[in-house]
């Protein structure tokens, strides 16, 4: 067989929708986010024994990357799936431009840690916060993640130390973390954000509310015991509260992303020049503003 097919047994669910501004390598922003379990692979029998561990490794899918040479794959050969494969297969790239190496260095796409990969799998180890049963399915709640929302899972399995961690390793092009800039705020920017979120609390007190309200006349209706702990939660909440809810903490990890510095390495001298990331539900606009130093300079609910 040339290729091989796998199921999708769940999507990510993270505060970050495109992708800019995410991770390049998983653990460097300790985001938190959520994978949503989907049938058959979201019984809860399947998870039992995993947080004895404290990372697991996901299997995941680059699924931003091939979106327009599918269109066109499509269009080209819309009825035979092994045309569409080889045309794919075509695209193949021997040899990509790391943004570690200034984005102008090429080397071999197996040599590095490339999107761009014939499989479009990506594999990260990211830490396991919780095991979650809402309304009978499985979410698990991460942090650390280097993938966007919507993300494809294909596979999970537990980090195991003894085995996973090797300290001698050498890293080649990479023997450490890259340095990060320093990410400074305007004021206007800032109280933009708080105002959102001030906003968004109003909001959420008024629908948490008429749920709590729903909640107690079906309570009443079944003639519930009053003592009862019952989760009322939904797994639309749970993930809206990851990928939309706007909370103070989030300034804290808008400005550890920006000092990855999500820039192309071609514009990374590039002084006032606005860029933007899309975070939860808002834009936040940032510029380089003298060497070394990134700036937001405003923040727009979306």
């Known amino acids: ?13 993270a505060p970050l ?14 985001l938190t986010s959520v994978i949503e379990m989907i049938a058959p692979y979201d019984t809860p029998a399947a998870f039992i024994g995993l947080t004895d561990f404290s990372h697991i490794w996901i299997s995941w899918q680059f699924h931003h990357n091939y979106l327009n040479k599918e269109k066109q794959i499509k269009k080209d050969e819309p009825a035979n799936d092994d045309s569409q494969l080889n045309k794919a297969n075509s695209s193949f790239r021997a040899q990509v431009r790391p943004p570690r190496l200034g984005g102008n260095q090429k080397i071999g796409v197996f040599a590095s840690r490339s999107m761009y990969r014939p499989s479009a799998l990506g594999l990260s180890v990211v830490k396991l916060e919780a095991i979650e049963v809402v309304e009978g399915r499985v979410l698990l709640i991460i942090s650390g993640a280097d993938m966007i929302d919507s993300t494809p899972i294909i596979d999970i399995k537990p980090y195991v130390a003894y085995s996973d961690a090797v300290p001698d390793a050498k890293s080649g092009f990479a023997p450490s973390a890259s340095a990060l800039l320093t990410v400074t705020s305007t004021e206007p920017a800032y109280e933009q954000f708080l105002q959102i979120i001030a906003a968004q609390s109003v909001n959420n007190e008024e629908q948490n509310n008429n749920e709590e309200q729903n909640n107690n006349e079906k309570q009443n209706n079944n003639e519930e015991k009053k003592d009862s702990k019952k989760d009322t939660r939904t797994v639309t909440a749970v993930i809206d509260k990851a990928k939309k ?12 992303l920006i000092a ?11 002084i006032n020049m606005p860029f933007v990331m899309r975070y939860k539900s808002v834009d936040v606009s940032f510029q380089l503003i003298a060497l070394g130093e990134l700036q937001i300079t405003a923040v727009i609910e979306v």
């Open 1 to 13: 067989m040339s290729h091989h097919t796998s199921p999708i047994i769940g999507y990510h669910h």
């Open 245 to 256: 809810q706007l909370l103070l903490s989030d300034f804290d990890a808008i400005k550890a």
């Open 17 to 30: 929708s495109q992708k800019f501004g995410a991770p390049r390598q998983p653990n460097l922003v300790a």
């Open 260 to 270: 990855q510095d999500p820039r192309p390495a071609y514009r990374r001298k590039e």
